[in-house]
């Protein structure tokens, strides 16, 4: 009953029905997330000062049997969209054997506490289904990121192009609670 209850506020806050898979931890959430959207030889395009990247790098690759993080630049904390387009078509068929892009990941707020606007996500969103990527929100600070725009959950997420965020608990005063939320089943 308790899980359901909690599966049905996670719907009325992010507008949707989501599917929630609980982790005790924000890093087991973003590693499964990232295993989630793998592909063979995944490389999962970041900001190179994100917590995945700098914190988080063996998780990931141990959940994915060796995906790796590609760290891309940008002022504040935060990808810019124009480095995400040059940084994914490094990456072309003909280099298959150095991978390919498996997904595009933002963190919420960032690590260096910044915040991402919703045209920031939509424009990194934009990119990133141009080259028919998902993009996954690692929302470890996702709460002080709405607090501090007065933007809802879906606006900053799904409606902005989210497919997938690590929905982060623990820095928010809770105890071994994130959970991962599929936004966009496809």
């Not at 078509?89 to 919420?108: E, F, N, W």
């Amino acid at each position: 009953d308790l899980d359901r209850a909690v599966y049905r506020r996670f719907n009325e806050i992010f507008e949707r029905e989501v599917q929630v898979f609980f982790a005790a931890t924000g890093t087991a959430a973003n590693a499964l997330s990232m295993a989630a959207l793998n592909r063979i030889g995944g490389i999962a395009l970041c900001h190179s000062e994100a917590h995945m990247n700098v914190d988080e790098f063996g998780a990931m690759g141990f959940y994915t049997g060796g995906a790796r993080m590609a760290p891309v630049p940008g002022p504040l904390g935060r990808i810019n969209p124009e480095a995400l387009d040059r940084a994914i078509k490094r990456y072309s068929q003909d280099l298959a054997p150095a991978g390919q892009p498996m997904a595009v990941t933002i963190t919420q707020a960032t690590e260096v506490g910044t915040v991402y606007s919703v045209d920031d996500v939509k424009a990194i969103a934009e990119v990133s289904r141009r080259h028919k990527l998902p993009l996954h929100m690692d929302g470890a600070r996702f709460a002080n990121a709405i607090a501090a725009t007065s933007i809802s959950p879906a606006e900053m997420t799904w409606k902005s192009g989210v497919d997938v965020i690590s929905f982060g608990a623990t820095k928010n005063g809770c105890w071994m609670a994130d959970a991962v939320l599929i936004l966009n089943p496809d």
